[in-house]
């Protein structure tokens, strides 16, 4: 039982550039969501989802897209990536109010 | 709408002494809270959650909160810190405003411990 696991663990991308980023959960959770963490901010909500085929805005989901085709999985897209966009990525699973974080994704963007 | 303060940034204390992080939040609805862990360059770790049943909730590593409907407070007490308590704390609250469970985050608390 791997949990939530986060791929890759760290990035390095050039201003423009695309990527995406996949969050896994092996506990069949309905709820996922990706969160950004900067310095002072704790963590702001960029998109969720309360089951496959579903997604929603959160707080922060300008630059950003996210799908989820399968149940286990959830995507982060950066189509056009900016400074702005330097962040640590955490992705969350919950089966209703308690979530459950993957270890983070650290993107850096020159 | 559902909101969260932690009211102090960063709260340093000696070893051995109680560590006290404070938590408000507004709630439309019952809502959950949890407290949340976060040590240097790693994930979140759940310290422990209320979700209506006993006021007072123990989580791990001897860490309690007091959930006070009627303070709208819900802050994280150690009776003694110890060195590998030097974390961030968040504390955060769940309802079903939207429908649906949409935690929101407080901005976090750095706990700084001192041998």
């Known amino acids: 039982n791997a949990g939530v696991t986060q791929t890759p663990k760290f990035r390095v991308l050039k201003t423009g550039q695309s990527m995406t980023l996949l969050c896994a959960q092996d506990m069949n959770h309905e709820y996922m969501y990706w969160y950004r963490q900067d310095p002072g901010m704790g963590l702001r909500l960029i998109h969720y989802?309360?089951?496959?085929?579903?997604?929603a805005k959160g707080e922060v989901p300008d630059g950003y897209n996210v799908s989820r085709l399968k149940k286990q999985n959830f995507l982060l897209g950066l189509e056009s990536a900016a400074p702005s966009q330097t962040s640590v990525y955490f992705c969350?699973?919950?089966?209703?109010?308690?979530?459950?974080f993957g270890p983070g994704t650290r993107l850096t963007v020159l | 709408a559902q909101s969260v303060t932690q009211l102090d940034s960063h709260v340093s204390v000696s070893e051995g002494t109680p560590v006290l992080l404070r938590c408000n939040y507004s709630?439309?609805?019952?809502?959950?809270l949890f407290w949340y862990v976060q040590h240097p360059n790693k994930g979140l770790q759940l310290l422990l959650k209320?979700?209506?049943?006993?006021?007072l909730v123990k989580g791990i590593n001897g860490f309690e909160a007091e959930f006070k409907k009627s303070e709208t407070s819900f802050h994280l007490t150690k009776p003694s810190a110890h060195m590998s308590d030097a974390a961030e704390y968040f504390c955060v609250v769940s309802d079903l405003t939207r429908g649906s469970y949409i935690p929101t985050f407080g901005r976090g608390t750095s706990l700084i411990v001192h041998p």
């Open positions: 709630s439309s609805y019952s809502p959950s």
């Open positions: 989802s309360v089951g496959e085929g579903t997604t």
């Open positions: 209320y979700t209506s049943a006993a006021t």
């Open positions: 969350a699973s919950s089966p209703g109010n308690t979530q459950y």
